[in-house]
């Protein structure tokens, strides 16, 4: 039961502009958001997150927007850079218990110079 | 600061053996998190430790089973190796509980044949 999706497997963007990435919960009871970066043989990065009291969540050239009605949320990058490319993962999690992360599938992202 | 670490790097077993990865977190951090990777599809939570106690468990049978000592390292150990077992397996430390933000280390890359 895939709790959190990502339902574009990939996405190409040429460099300077804007790159929008998606992700889908189905839990209502995910109260923090967050995006990590993964490049290849390295371990995934942490981006920025939101909380659920937020709707919106900026750090430079990363805004996360947050949608709860919806259950969706998303990722824009702006301007897009090439060292940009690589495997971006949305990521939710609770309070209650452990507050393991629920990863989604992982969108890459292709910066084209 | 050193990351998190984890060794060793790469690992290839035989189905039935057994293997234990080892993880030693971000120095400060008293929480660590173990997740498995196949291709293609984003992490799934394994164990979460804190104070060596485990907080947190996945559904993963009980072939795996994870410690962790006084200094906050941890080891995962998984028995009777499956051809289903190769993947990345990832670990995550973070303050403690409480703390959404969890920070991967580089993995460890096991290969089942």
């Known amino acids: 039961d895939q709790q959190v999706k990502q339902n574009s497997p990939s996405l190409s963007v040429q460099e300077g502009r804007i790159s929008i990435l998606n992700c889908d919960y189905t839990?209502?009871?995910?109260?923090?958001f967050l995006w990590y970066k993964k490049y290849p043989a390295e371990g995934p990065t942490f981006l920025i997150s939101?909380?659920?009291?937020?709707d919106k969540n900026e750090d430079g050239r990363f805004t996360v927007f947050l949608n709860k009605s919806a259950k969706h949320l998303s990722l824009h990058i702006v301007p897009s850079q090439p060292g940009d490319s690589a495997v971006y993962f949305c990521?939710?999690?609770?309070?209650?218990?452990?507050?393991?992360?629920?990863f989604g599938t992982g969108t890459r992202l292709t910066v084209i110079p | 600061d050193a990351g998190v670490t984890q060794s060793p790097t790469h690992l290839i077993k035989t189905r039935g053996q057994q293997v234990t990865l080892r993880c030693s977190p971000i120095?400060?951090?008293?929480?660590v998190s173990w997740y498995q990777q196949v291709l293609g599809q984003g992490p799934q939570f394994i164990f979460q430790?804190?104070?060596?106690?485990?907080?947190g468990r996945g559904n993963f049978p009980d072939r795996f089973s994870a410690r962790q000592f006084p200094n906050y390292s941890s080891e995962l150990n998984v028995n009777a190796l499956l051809l289903g077992d190769s993947a990345l397996y990832l670990c995550?430390?973070?303050?403690?509980?409480?703390?959404?933000?969890?920070?991967f280390g580089p993995g460890t890359r096991l290969t089942v044949t």
């Open positions: 995550a430390s973070s303050p403690g509980p409480g703390q959404y933000e969890q920070y």
């Open positions: 839990n209502s009871m995910f109260d923090y």
């Open positions: 939101i909380s659920s009291i937020k």
């Open positions: 990521a939710a999690s609770r309070m209650a218990g452990a507050n393991n992360l629920f």
């Open positions: 120095s400060g951090h008293k929480s």
């Open positions: 430790y804190y104070e060596k106690e485990e907080r």
